[in-house]
């Protein structure tokens, strides 16, 4: 049996909320933040910007190198910026 997290952003009319995926590991999480940076366009740098991270965190995290991680304070600063 497979658990995981859905990833959801605010749009449906129904609820406000769409899934986006379900993801089971950190490494479906970052491939989902990857995709959906991409899906709306917003460079790494912006995201830096409106979550009020260190220039070139993201890109650390969603990067395929990955030379950082998303902890409980990056995780909650970037979390409503996704959307």
């Known amino acids: ?46 995201l830096d910007e409106v979550c009020g991270l260190t220039s070139g965190y993201v890109g650390k995290v969603i990067g395929f190198g990955g030379t950082r991680t998303l902890g409980r304070v990056s995780l909650g600063c970037c979390w409503p910026h996704w959307g």
């Not at 049996?1 to 899934?19: E, N, V």
């Not at 986006?20 to 959906?36: H, M």
């Open 1 to 46: 049996m497979t658990y995981g997290l859905p990833i959801s952003c605010a749009g449906s009319r129904a609820a406000g909320w769409r899934q986006l995926a379900i993801v089971s590991d950190y490494a479906g999480l970052v491939a989902v933040l990857r995709e959906r940076a991409e899906a709306l366009d917003v460079s790494n740098e912006t």
